[in-house]
């Protein structure tokens, strides 16, 4: 069936460091993808969205790369910061269902 | 957590009783949705609506129920046919179709003693 994965379940980086998180999907029919921060304790927070006729966005310390040959998407978070510890997911928009979203990545961030 | 409001934050209830999970928002969104939450897991489906008086069943509906009867507001009973209830309960809404981006409130952690 279809689906959304990420490849790794945890990641820890240096304070400073980049962080690239990383999601597979399976759906080729997929036009929109987002990506979410969810805090201990806490419900998951809107990052970046892009749809299928972009393969970058940026924002602002984070950006999302769309690779549709090989059905993967990235997060790119710049010099990143304690802040940024969190669990993040992805989601995408696939037809007329609501958004799929992957299982999470822990990012721990070493001070 | 965007206009989404969810009470009571932690909720605490005997087996066998039923209890309602209370989700309101002033976003005006059409769309609003329910999920479940286990520790290190992500995020499964209960029960998604688009529009008053309207809804559908997710991924794992068994043992839960829903109402739309305002747009503002979309409840969740937890009820006794629930075998494993204990999680963190989150909702979202969005603009208007279920495959809009979602906001999400800031969740029910629900533990059955």
């Known amino acids: 069936g279809e689906s959304v994965g990420l490849h790794l379940p945890t990641l820890s980086v240096q304070e400073g460091d980049n962080s690239i998180i990383n999601c597979a999907y399976s759906?080729?029919?997929?036009?929109?993808f987002i990506w979410y921060k969810q805090e201990s304790g806490k419900g998951p927070q809107f990052i970046i969205d892009?749809?299928?006729?972009?393969d970058k966005r940026q924002g602002q310390r984070v950006t999302v790369l769309l690779n549709k040959t090989v059905k993967h998407l990235s997060l790119q978070i710049a010099a990143t910061q304690p802040g940024d510890s969190a669990v993040y997911f992805c989601?995408?928009?696939?037809?007329?269902?609501?958004?799929?979203f992957g299982k999470g990545t822990r990012l721990s961030v070493i001070a | 957590d965007g206009g989404i409001t969810q009470s009571p934050k932690y909720l605490f209830r005997k087996e066998g009783q039923n209890v309602t999970l209370s989700c309101e928002q002033n976003?005006?969104?059409?769309?609003m949705y329910w999920y479940r939450q286990d520790p290190g897991q992500g995020l499964r489906l209960i029960y998604y609506?688009?529009?008053?008086?309207?809804?559908q069943k997710g991924d794992i509906a068994e043992g839960y129920s829903v109402s739309r009867e305002k747009k503002e507001s979309f409840p969740l009973t937890v009820t006794s046919a629930q075998k494993n209830p204990t999680a963190f309960y989150l909702c979202?809404?969005?603009?208007?179709?279920?495959?809009?981006?979602?906001?999400f409130g800031p969740g029910t952690r629900l533990t059955v003693l």
């Open positions: 979202a809404s969005s603009i208007a179709r279920s495959t809009d981006t979602q906001y």
């Open positions: 989601a995408e928009n696939s037809g007329n269902t609501p958004l799929v």
């Open positions: 892009i749809r299928s006729n972009m």
């Open positions: 759906n080729s029919a997929s036009d929109y």
């Open positions: 976003l005006n969104h059409d769309a």
């Open positions: 609506s688009q529009i008053v008086n309207d809804f």
